[in-house]
């Protein structure tokens, strides 16, 4: 056991650090390496889908030469994705009503982002694909466009799913299948389940007490798809609305950025970005009482994961930052609002 408190201590110290570094970034540096970001990523993604490393039956992971540690590529994608969305939106407030002119900046790379991750992660497909909708309504794009979009994408999720019927090997459409039929039965068929609503109910109101769990020598996935359950049943449901209220916090606190901030790309940034966090961790919280079917979702900042970390600590990082710039502005109006943000400068 000491193994893995030392390789997640580790991984809190890189968390840390990168989140320091990323805090002391001017953030508007992000608007000219964007593009170059997402075309890297989607190249992981395609390599990940054919050649990733598979663990449960899904190739999510490529492994780092040397060191030989895996990284899941989905996490750095959603990173890229939110930041080049971000930087499009603002920038190209002039063209952006216009439907031919929003496909290809902003429409396609979130569809191939979704596309590649979707056979091996649909879970998290959907959650980037949620989350890419709100940043483009949060960036004035219309409804009709939005529909659209949401459109494209079911008809190309609806083959993914037909083209797992053809090559289960490859996709993961059985598993999609039984995690909701499982749900939908609510009979207490799947074991996990079973597990998490034991650890809940044994949590009460205060818990059993720090480390004095007993459903983690049981519940498969307890330190990551699971760990909410662990979190009520040792701290009790004064514990579990206390770590809801925090991330609820931290999405008030980047609306006060946005409302702050005198430019578009700080305040969709920090927006795209703390949702992506708030929205996983709901989903996490959500499986964990039976409210969602079962997925492969971890719960931001807390479950064990190096490469979910670390991303995640690099977002806050870049939250802080536009925070930082925000607040040494010395002719910032305290009460600018979201439609007098001005558009950034076009950046070719």
């Given at each position: 056991t000491e193994y893995f408190l030392i390789e997640q201590i580790t991984y809190v110290c890189l968390g840390f650090g990168f989140m320091w570094l990323f805090y002391r970034i001017d953030y508007r540096k992000f608007l000219k390496i964007a593009p170059y970001f997402l075309l890297i990523t989607l190249g992981l993604?395609?390599?990940?889908?054919?050649?990733?490393?598979?663990i449960h039956n899904a190739k999510r992971w490529i492994v780092i030469p040397l060191i030989n540690k895996t990284i899941q590529t989905s996490d750095l994608a959603k990173l890229a994705l939110f930041?080049?969305?971000?930087?499009?939106?603002?920038?190209?407030?002039?063209?952006?009503?216009?439907?031919?002119?929003?496909?290809?900046?902003?429409?396609?790379?979130?569809?191939?982002?979704?596309?590649?991750?979707?056979?091996?992660?649909?879970?998290?497909?959907?959650?980037i694909?949620?989350?890419?909708?709100?940043?483009?309504?949060?960036?004035?794009i219309s409804l009709r466009f939005i529909f659209s979009l949401s459109l494209v994408v079911t008809i190309l999720g609806a083959g993914v799913f037909l083209l797992g019927l053809i090559f289960p090997n490859q996709i993961?459409?059985?598993?999609?299948?039984?995690?909701?039929?499982?749900?939908?039965?609510?009979?207490?068929?799947?074991?996990?389940?079973?597990?998490?609503?034991?650890?809940?109910?044994?949590?009460?109101?205060?818990?059993?007490?720090?480390?004095?769990s007993v459903q983690k020598n049981f519940l498969p996935?307890?330190?990551?798809?699971?760990?909410?359950?662990?979190?009520?049943?040792?701290?009790?449901?004064?514990?579990?609305?206390?770590?809801?209220?925090?991330?609820?916090?931290?999405?008030?606190?980047?609306?006060?950025?946005?409302i702050r901030s005198p430019k578009a790309f700080?305040?969709?940034?920090?927006?795209?970005?703390?949702?992506?966090?708030?929205?996983?961790?709901?989903?996490?919280i959500c499986?964990?009482?039976?409210?969602?079917?079962?997925?492969?979702?971890?719960?931001?900042?807390?479950?064990?994961?190096?490469?979910?970390?670390i991303m995640y600590s690099i977002s806050i990082g870049i939250i802080l930052s536009v925070s930082r710039i925000v607040e040494g502005h010395t002719d910032l109006d305290k009460n600018v609002s979201p439609q007098n943000i001005q558009p950034d400068e076009n950046t070719n």
């Open positions: 993604l395609v390599y990940t889908l054919f050649f990733g490393h598979e930041i080049y969305l971000a930087r499009t939106l603002a920038t190209k407030q002039d063209v952006i009503k216009d439907m031919k002119a929003a496909w290809v900046p902003l429409f396609i790379p979130v569809t191939l982002v979704c596309v590649f991750i979707a056979p091996n992660n649909l879970s998290t497909a959907l959650i694909f949620l989350t890419s909708i709100l940043v483009l309504f949060i960036g004035r993961r459409t059985e598993t999609w299948i039984n995690r909701i039929a499982n749900f939908i039965k609510q009979d207490d068929s799947t074991f996990q389940v079973v597990q998490s609503k034991i650890a809940i109910a044994n949590g009460g109101w205060t818990g059993l007490g720090p480390g004095h996935e307890a330190w990551s798809d699971f760990i909410y359950s662990i979190i009520v049943e040792e701290y009790g449901l004064i514990g579990g609305i206390i770590v809801m209220v925090l991330y609820i916090w931290l999405l008030i606190r980047c609306v006060k950025i946005v700080g305040a969709i940034l920090a927006m795209a970005l703390s949702l992506d966090i708030v929205i996983n961790a709901f989903a996490n499986v964990s009482v039976q409210l969602l079917p079962a997925t492969g979702l971890t719960l931001p900042l807390i479950s064990k994961g190096g490469t979910s970390l």
